[in-house]
């Protein structure tokens, strides 16, 4: 079965750093889909990421960037010039083929003025 | 834009109740999930379905059940509420890989 492991609970960061947040999976799948999701408080939860294994160029949204490293099974989320609506949970989630979503347990990231 | 909407926002019921939590899509996905979100445990899939009147059990079924009669609309049971279903419940829809959520439902159980 595939785990996701975000092993830092909560963050935080002063406004205009950057940060960088940790995920690692396992799975013995060669093709699948990385995430990264984020969840403001008390507002819905939305895509930030996406990255397909099969690219070996990493993923980049704006601020937003990754660093996947396949072969260390490691899912990385930068994020530049951190403002102040960045503050959010922040989940790690992985997807083979037809088979569901797993999400890692999430961090809380709080970004400081 | 997708949009995922949830019939409550906040919702208090009392132990033994039967709930419904309802959920809606606009964008004509044939795939639905309804997550369960709880402090330090991540989100854990409850149910989801791949089309009309079909459903499959997620990771933590106990407890819960749903109905799919339209391929909008995804309903969560809760036959009979207990106190330990107190939790954020989250909606999502599907085309392909990503999913989009709804604004979830925080249920109180007393």
């Keep these: 079965a595939q785990t996701v492991t975000q092993s830092q609970p909560e963050m935080s ?10 995920c690692t999976y396992d799975t013995s799948e060669n093709n699948y889909y990385l995430f990264w999701y984020k ?26 960037s990754v660093n996947f490293q396949k072969a260390a099974k490691s899912f990385s989320l930068k994020i530049s010039d951190s403002q ?11 997807k083979a083929g037809s088979e569901k979503l797993v999400f890692g347990k999430g ?7 | 834009d997708v949009k995922v909407t949830q019939s409550s926002r906040y919702l208090v019921k ?3 109740e039967k709930v419904f939590l309802e959920c809606v899509q606009d964008m004509d996905h044939e795939n639905m999930f309804w997550y369960r979100q709880d402090p330090g445990l ?5 149910y989801f379905s791949y089309d009309v009147k079909m459903k499959e059990k997620g990771d933590i079924p106990e407890g819960y059940s749903v109905s799919r009669e339209k391929k909008e609309r995804f309903s969560l049971i809760l036959e009979s509420a ?29």
């Design chain 1, 39 to 64: 969840q403001p408080p008390s507002r819905q939860m939305i895509l930030v990421i996406r990255q397909e294994a099969y690219k070996q160029q990493n993923a980049t949204e704006n601020r937003f």
């Design chain 1, 13 to 22: 960061v002063q406004e205009a750093e950057t940060v960088t947040l940790s």
């Design chain 2, 82 to 110: 207990s106190t330990n279903q107190t939790s954020m419940y989250l909606c999502a829809s599907s085309f392909r890989y990503e999913q989009y959520f709804g604004p979830g439902t925080r249920l109180t159980v007393t």
């Design chain 2, 14 to 16: 009392r132990t033994g």
């Design chain 1, 84 to 94: 102040l609506g960045d503050t959010a949970m922040y989940f790690c989630a992985f």
């Design chain 2, 42 to 46: 991540g989100l854990r899939l409850i």
């Design chain 1, 107 to 113: 961090m809380k990231l709080t970004v400081n003025p």
